[in-house]
């Protein structure tokens, strides 16, 4: 059974930073292509970075300030978020690429003051 725990969100002033992180146990990490989703209110979840088992990441427009990255011993997702702004807050999901629907876990919400 697939479990996603996602953790490091909180409430950070704008300009700061945060690291989020996803704990992956099941069939999902290995090899997979891996990605940061996120919903704001009244949006759409989007992609904001994936990256392969390999290591290559791909971006989703964050100018830089995000960095994805992976621990494949551990079986652990991270996402180091500089210079965050406002429009940044959402609630923060880790799944695979495409994204599995039934590995869906709470996610971590991210709060940026203004």
């Known amino acids: 059974q697939v479990h996603l725990a996602e953790s490091g969100g909180g409430l950070v002033q704008a300009g700061g930073s945060l690291r989020l992180s996803c704990a992956a146990s099941g069939n999902i990490f290995s090899d997979n292509t891996m990605g940061w989703y996120r919903q704001a209110p009244g949006k759409q979840r989007e992609l904001v970075a994936s990256i392969t088992g390999g290591g290559r990441t791909l971006y989703n427009s964050m100018e830089g300030r995000f960095t994805i990255s992976r621990d494949n011993a551990k079986n652990t997702l991270y996402l180091v978020m500089n210079a965050l702004k406002p429009e940044d807050t959402a609630i923060y999901y880790c799944?695979?690429?495409?994204?599995?629907?039934?590995?869906w876990g709470q996610g971590t919400q991210v709060t940026v003051s203004s």
């Open positions: 799944n695979a690429v495409p994204a599995a629907y039934s590995a």
